[in-house]
């Protein structure tokens, strides 16, 4: 019976935290539980169990604005944050070959409570990666990793 509790409890905290892209426009709703993704799918890597979008996102290239909400669900009061940029389209699923270059230093985030989180992360200036050349039309995407309490990452990524 204790591990059937234990399992229950693991369980519950697979299916909590997820984070919701806002800003740009995500690749879609990934937050979506069924049997082939029992867990949701923002746990797979590199983009959330999405594939790439062909309705991309205009973003400046000399970088811009980023907002989205942590903590979709309830589950963890603090988390590490990580946004990379991937270039191209040589990669899995047609998107970057890697997501390899930071855009800003990593940074934790620490809520009130276990709940979900009350509002959305705003950075109003986030730079393209130190020594990235890009050109407009150039295609990347945008990664946004939370890193939850537990150790497990969530993906969620704009194109």
């Known amino acids: 019976m204790l ?12 299916v909590s935290a ?9 690749r879609g709703d990934n937050l ?3 049997d082939t993704f029992p867990y949701g799918m ?3 890597y590199p983009c959330g169990g999405m594939n790439t979008t062909t309705n991309r996102t205009y973003w400046p290239v000399s970088g811009g604005a980023i907002a989205f909400q942590p903590g979709w669900f309830q589950g963890h009061a603090t988390a590490q944050i ?9 990669g899995p699923n047609g998107g970057p070959p890697n997501m390899s270059n930071p855009m800003i230093p990593q940074f934790g985030i620490t809520g009130p409570s276990k709940n979900p989180y009350s509002g959305t992360i705003c950075l ?3 730079p393209l990666p130190v020594n990235a050349s890009v050109k407009a039309g150039d295609n990347a995407t ?12 969530l993906y969620s990524v704009s194109d």
């Open 3 to 14: 591990a059937s509790i234990l399992i229950a409890a693991v369980g519950a905290a697979l």
């Open 82 to 90: 990580f946004i990379n940029l991937g270039f191209g389209t040589d």
């Open 142 to 153: 945008i990664q946004v990793v939370e890193l939850a309490v537990h150790g497990a990452a």
């Open 32 to 34: 979506i539980t069924n």
């Open 42 to 44: 923002q746990w797979m």
């Open 124 to 126: 109003p200036q986030v």
């Open 18 to 26: 997820h984070t919701v892209l806002t800003y740009p426009g995500w």
